[in-house]
Every structure is written in structure tokens, then in C-alpha cells.
């Protein structure tokens, strides 16, 4: 049975649809709307309509039905002030990817970091947010942190940013990466010891990243004690915030540093002791999240996987025979 009146606008019914969970029967009712309310010069609302349109379509697969309902969509999006809204949209199908029949990407627009840096210029405050730390992770995937940490920077003066502490410090902490990699350490520092002044007693699991920070930027100085001891205090802090990826990276840290060390079976410890903490919390998903970092550690490892597993298992066994004998 349908949930929309058959008497019902064309939008209404759409609406009906969406609910519903009728994807491609909302669609085209979404796309006769929008034209009518087009022929009626109603700019804002066709914009609107003619936009969510062009999402549905690329969620659903029809990236070249998409681009033509943007495309439509653009006059009216202009006079109404929804420029920003329009290439926010065609930035997020463009980065889906290629789709529907066709393929391909549209021939009017082929990279998606174009479309997002329209997005930042043109939409409003929320639009140009999002397009900024979409933009700040394109250069991150491009191998560019410097241009990363300037997005990132370009965030940060947004009123709704600055408004908001944690996710301020979430942002500060995002750029001091980008600045340490990009070889900015003093700036990194910076960024980190102002994020720590906007952090409260609820904020491990971002107190858990800046510590994890600072002790990859000890790491590469080789000061491995005090790297240790700020992964430990990672981990301390995501485990008090039961922030399980949190817990998951300073755990990864932590072995990756005794590796560096040439503490082969402690680094399994650090492994093996997370496997075991994770399936008391979460039962075999949290068993789960350890195995990527299991497979990668023997993989890394090749053929003296086994000779640290078994060094393991006898220091093991010897610490229950010391802590039996000492009762």
C-alpha cells in the first residue's frame, strides 16, 4: 500500500515515499516538483527540490541524471542564494565516484576538489565547514599536509568553530598533524598546547590524541622513553573516556615503538593484551579490531612471527611460575 495520496502535490507524496523507504518511486516525483516549481519562479523551493533530487539520483546510482538535475537546479539556486548548496552536492557526487549507466563522471565537472572549493566560497557558514575539512582531507590523501593544515586554518576563524571548544581542539589537534608532518614543528606545538587548554576532564578521547601526538614527534627525536610514556598516557586517557578507537590507535603506537626499540615480543604483548581487553568489552568484535594490526605485526615480522609468539609464551609461563612460587 502506498503511504502518499494519490491526490496529494508531487512533493508531498515524494516526502510520503521517502519515508517510506521508496527510494526510486519518490524520485521522479521529487523531479516533476522541482521543474514545476521552476515554471512557477519559485527559485528557492525548485533549487531545494531540484538539489535533494540530485542526491537521491546519485545515491541510487544515476550520476549523469544528477549532474543534469544540478545543472537545472543552477539558475535557480543563484538567484536564491543556494549556490553553496548546489556544489556541495555535486562535490559529494563527484567524490562518490562514477555510477549509473553512463559509467563516467559527468564532462562538466571532473575533480571533485574543485567543487568542494566552490562549496567553501560560495555556501553558507555549515556548507563552507564541511567543504573546508572535506578539502583539508583531499590534500591529506594527495600528500600535501602543508595544504591541508591551511584548510584546516580556514576553519578554525568560523564563528560556529570558535564557538565550539571541543570541537575547536578537535581542529587544532587536526592541524598540528598536518603541521608536524609538513615540517612545522614549532606551529604543531602550538596548536597542540592551545588545544590542550580547551580540553575538559570529558575530553579523553581528543586528550588521547594529543598525547598520541606528541609522543610520534618524541619518537622521531628517538627519545623512545618519553615517546612511551606519553603512548601510555594515550592509552590511559582513551580507556577513561571508553573511547575504543582511541584505545585502538595509542595501542598501535605503542607496539609500533617497541618495535623501533627491537622489543619484538613486548610489541606482541602490547597486541595480544588488546585482543584480549577488546573481547572482554566487546565479545568477538572487539577481538576484531585487533586483527588488522595482528596480521600486519607477522606480517612485518615474516618468518620470526613464530619465534616471537613462542618467546612470548615462555616469558609468559615463567611469570606464572614466579608469581605461583612467590605465594
Known sequence: MSNSHPSAPPEAQA??????????????????????????????????VL??????????????????????????????????????????????????????????????????QKAATLGDERTRRAALLRLAELRIVAGDPGGAAGHYG?????????EDRTLRASLLIDRAICLQAAGDEAGSEADLL??????????????????????LTAAQKERFAEALRLAAAARNEAVDASDVMAYMSSVVLIASLHMQMGEEVAA??????????????????????????????????????????DRWIEERRAQRTNQESSR
Open 154 to 162: 580556514q576553519a578554525l576563524v568560523l564563528p560556529s568553530v570558535v
Open 15 to 48: 516526502q510520503g515515499l521517502l519515508l517510506a523507504g521508496s527510494l526510486d518511486q519518490a524520485l521522479p516525483l521529487l523531479v516533476q516538483s522541482g521543474r514545476r516549481l521552476l515554471l512557477e519562479d519559485q527559485h528557492e523551493r525548485a533549487a531545494r
Open 268 to 309: 606482541y604483548d602490547d597486541l595480544v593484551r588488546a585482543r584480549v581487553s577488546l573481547k572482554d568489552l566487546l565479545g568477538s568484535d572487539g577481538e576484531q579490531l585487533v586483527a588488522p594490526a595482528l596480521a600486519a605485526f607477522a606480517e612485518r615480522l615474516g618468518p620470526r612471527y613464530e619465534t616471537v609468539r
Open 194 to 215: 592551545q588545544a590542550e587548554t580547551l580540553l575538559g576532564p570529558e575530553d579523553g578521547g581528543l586528550r588521547s590524541r594529543l598525547y598520541g601526538q606528541r609522543a
Open 51 to 116: 538539489i535533494s533530487a540530485a542526491r537521491l539520483s546519485g545515491a541510487l546510482g544515476g550520476t549523469a541524471e544528477a549532474e543534469a538535475l544540478l545543472s537545472q537546479a543552477e539558475p535557480a539556486a543563484q538567484r536564491a542564494g543556494l549556490l553553496g548548496d548546489l556544489w556541495r552536492a555535486r562535490a559529494e557526487l563527484l567524490s562518490r565516484g562514477p555510477g549509473g549507466d553512463s559509467g563516467v563522471k559527468p564532462k562538466t565537472q571532473k575533480d571533485p576538489q574543485e567543487a568542494w
